[in-house]
């Protein structure tokens, strides 16, 4: 982290692990979170002061209770503010005098209201600034720290452990936290409602984990993200150290409009929110139960070598779910070495199966140790990265004789300890796991995960293999590629084009900035007067061509009659030269004709795929990728990720399409030259990013081949304030034009 974010995060460890704090607005009604918060501190065993202050009550639950803040006895370090909004200002500048950092204002009725609530929210952010106070919230749920005994939400049976929630809903975080005291045997470190983020914002609560050493694993309920691109950031600077799962909300548009009335968020769209989260090391989870299990499995376990997963099942049934899920999530079935099947053999019944996923056949019924001495043979296998049993273990002793649990007990223990001997990944599943019978509680105990659904198990193996894969991407990858030096001719064509009031370049101008970044680009020839192509070469009318209009006023050409194609020799050019000027100056009257672009067509159709970019309002410049032509419109299959973009996000761009098969050649169609199309996506980056004056770029369609591709029409949107003077007259532009 960067010296500035690190300062940020030693003001909330502060906060979140305080010798004393203070309770603004604190309570003698069971009901109110001012004395909730209280008894919450008492009961779980809080170390430092507590000074609450209500100036009607002397004393609360044994304590001392103050009249207003001036009238504590000491400092505190952070302040839990119960009282209405439109105190909040006042309260925030006496929590100045008496040394607080961290204020945790719980009250509504500030942004999330409307205009009178911005207001509200804008001066209590300004008295914080003033008094050098960082607010968590406003209209937050609160935070709690089990390894500080800080609760300050009042949740009960809460036991600490590595896992961090951050939650932007105080029902999501009330229905982890439920799910957690049932289920969860990890246990947590923090919790943080985020609230408004009118002063703290959703990316800097990253840093706060990153630097809260109990926290192993941050569990996360977004809805929106704010400052989309400080959270990127903030997010590959976490999950370089720490995993971070994340449930992302508001992926209909219905549900984006939830978002927005729920906490003012802006929830943007989801599938641009998951392809530059993934870019950055996040693991998306589909479905909001699962959060915790895989979160427990990322805490405990050691990361894999890779994705080949060995099943040792006691049930057919269970074998084949698994084998199922393992596929359909992109892992495989490791592949077992002779001696693996032949020391199975020897321990299992004829009727096993050996080849994995394993069967063991009822041998284990009479004998759980059996289970451990599978286990056993299956992680010494070179070809095992993980392992997942499934089934019935743990309940041996509840399904058949009660006189196993002792045998089951220290079968347990065994397949804990071979796992920690191996350095692998061991999940289990079990349908006794709610239960809770002694022999999964002895596996728990160790610090290792039960899960209770096959699925659920696959998912956090998923979990563990990309993850994996993320650190070992960045420990290697090239994290310069995609960025460029910026062109002095590209800036001169830009502005050019704003000194002529201009937001969109021409076509021609458009690839003079793509071949300035060393894009290859089929001939042309840029026919200003009809009168010229008398002009033209004999072999450029030797050959079938293509005439696009050249025109300040019209983006999408062939919606005004402004594209002709296949026109042999000078006759046809002719012809089609008056045809575009009728059909033009019919559909767009006032539209400036600034003549013809000729190119040759292309020779082969060969797979037509979009590249663009955007500027998005939360994550900056994204580049978007898709197959184009029907089925960018049909499928609207299209993935995305943040620039600058390195090569391994080219290469995870072309495997990110739900049809991206088709790339790799599909009825007759050859395979396209993928390590071209990445050469093209990196130069792109470099264009935008040395460029960031740039808010829109199409290459649409872009014909790919065997060998190569073909670049055919190509569009480039400016932002004019971004657009930096380097020239200093329209007459430098021009002399750059008649030197091009």
């Known amino acids: ?83 209405p909004a439109t105190s909040v200002p006042q309260v925030l500048r006496a929590c100045g005098s008496q040394g607080v950092k961290v204020a945790v204002v719980l009250a509504a009725g500030f942004s999330e209201s409307g205009p009178e609530g911005q207001a509200l929210q804008a001066e209590a952010v300004k008295v914080a600034a003033e008094e050098e106070i960082r607010i968590i919230g406003p209209n937050t749920s609160g935070i709690f720290n089990m390894h500080a005994a800080m609760n300050l939400v009042g949740y009960r049976d809460l036991q600490p452990g590595p896992v961090g ?69 903030a997010a590959a600077a976490f999950t370089a150290q720490k995993p971070l799962l994340v449930y992302k909300s508001g992926r209909s548009a219905s549900g984006q409009a939830a978002a927005r009335s729920h906490t003012g968020a ?51 049934g269970h074998a084949t779910l698994a084998a199922d899920e393992l596929d359909a999530q ?60 499934v089934g019935l273990f743990g309940g041996y002793a ?115 900035l793509l071949r300035a970044f060393e894009i290859p680009l089929p001939a042309e020839q840029w026919i200003t007067r009809k009168e010229d192509l008398a002009h033209l070469d004999s072999k450029w009318l030797q050959q079938p061509l293509a005439m696009k209009l050249v025109s300040a006023d019209v983006l999408h050409k062939s919606d005004a009659g402004g594209v002709q194609l296949n ?41 037509e795929i979009i590249l663009g970019v955007t500027c998005d309002p939360q994550y900056g410049h994204l580049l978007m990728f898709g197959l184009g032509g029907i089925f960018v419109e049909v499928f609207q299959d299209v993935a995305f990720r943040a620039l600058p973009l390195s090569r391994s996000d080219a290469w995870e761009l072309l495997a990110g399409l739900r049809s991206s098969a088709i790339l790799n050649g599909v009825r007759g169609q050859a395979a396209i030259d993928k390590e071209a199309l990445v050469e093209l996506m990196l130069k792109l980056s470099a264009l935008v990013t040395a460029h960031p004056e740039i808010s829109e770029l199409d290459l649409n369609p872009v ?18 304030e971004g657009v930096e003077t380097r020239a200093s007259s329209l007459e430098t532009c021009y002399q750059l034009e008649a030197t091009s």
């Open 1 to 83: 982290m960067s010296g500035h974010r690190d300062a940020k995060a030693d003001a909330l460890l502060a906060g979140f692990y305080p010798r004393s704090l203070v309770v603004v607005g604190a309570s003698s009604h069971p009901g109110k979170r001012g004395y909730q918060a209280v008894r919450a501190l008492q009961q779980g065993g809080f170390k430092g002061r507590i000074y609450p202050v209500n100036p009607g009550l002397q004393e609360l639950l044994g304590l001392t209770c103050y009249p207003d803040l001036e009238s504590l006895p000491g400092t505190a370090e952070l302040a839990l503010i119960c009282t």
């Open 165 to 233: 929630i951050l939650s932007q809903s105080g029902n999501m975080a009330l229905s982890l936290v439920t799910e957690g005291a049932r289920d969860l045997h990890a246990g947590f470190s923090s919790y943080i409602g985020v609230g408004n983020a009118a002063d703290l914002a959703l990316h800097e609560y990253l840093d706060y984990f990153a630097a809260d050493l109990p926290t192993r694993v941050v569990a996360a309920y977004i809805e929106g993200v704010g400052d989309g691109r400080a959270f990127l950031q």
């Open 266 to 316: 802006l929830a943007g769209s989801y599938q641009v929110a998951r392809g530059v989260m993934q870019q950055a090391g996040v693991l998306l989870v589909d479905q909001p139960e699962q959060l915790l299990p895989l979160s427990e499995a990322l805490a405990t376990q050691p990361l894999p070598r890779g994705k080949r997963v060995a099943v040792l099942a006691d049930g057919g």
């Open 330 to 389: 992109g892992l495989q079935l490791a592949e077992l070495q002779p001696q693996t099947r032949q020391q199975l053999a020897a321990l299992l019944p004829a009727s096993a199966g050996l080849n994995n996923p394993i069967d063991v056949a009822g041998a284990t019924d009479d004998h759980p140790a059996v289970f451990a001495r599978c286990s056993e043979i299956l992680l010494a296998d070179p070809g095992v990265d993980q392992l997942l049993v």
């Open 398 to 512: 509840l399904r058949f004789d009660p006189e196993l649990e002792a045998e089951e007990i220290q079968a347990s223990r065994d397949l804990v300890a071979q796992a920690q001997k191996a350095e692998k990944p061991l999940l289990i599943q079990s349908l006794y796991a709610r239960h809770k019978p002694a022999p999964l509680q002895a596996v728990a105990e160790l610090g290792y995960p039960v899960m209770t659904e096959i699925d659920i198990a696959v998912a956090a193996i998923k979990a563990l293999t990309q993850y994996a894969d993320y650190r070992r991407k960045i420990a290697s990858d090239d994290y310069l590629t995609g960025r460029g030096q910026a062109s002095q001719r590209a800036h001169l064509v830009m502005k050019r084009a704003t000194l002529q009031g201009r937001s969109a370049l021409l076509e021609p101008e458009a690839k003079q």
């Open 567 to 607: 026109l042999y020799g000078l006759e046809e050019l002719d012809h089609a030269w008056q045809t575009m000027e009728a059909e033009v100056r019919t559909r767009v009257p006032e539209a400036r004709l600034q003549g013809r672009l000729l190119t040759p067509m292309a020779a082969d159709k060969g797979t």
């Open 703 to 720: 014909r790919c081949y065997r060998e190569g591709y073909q670049v055919l029409d190509a569009r480039i949107i400016l932002n004019q």
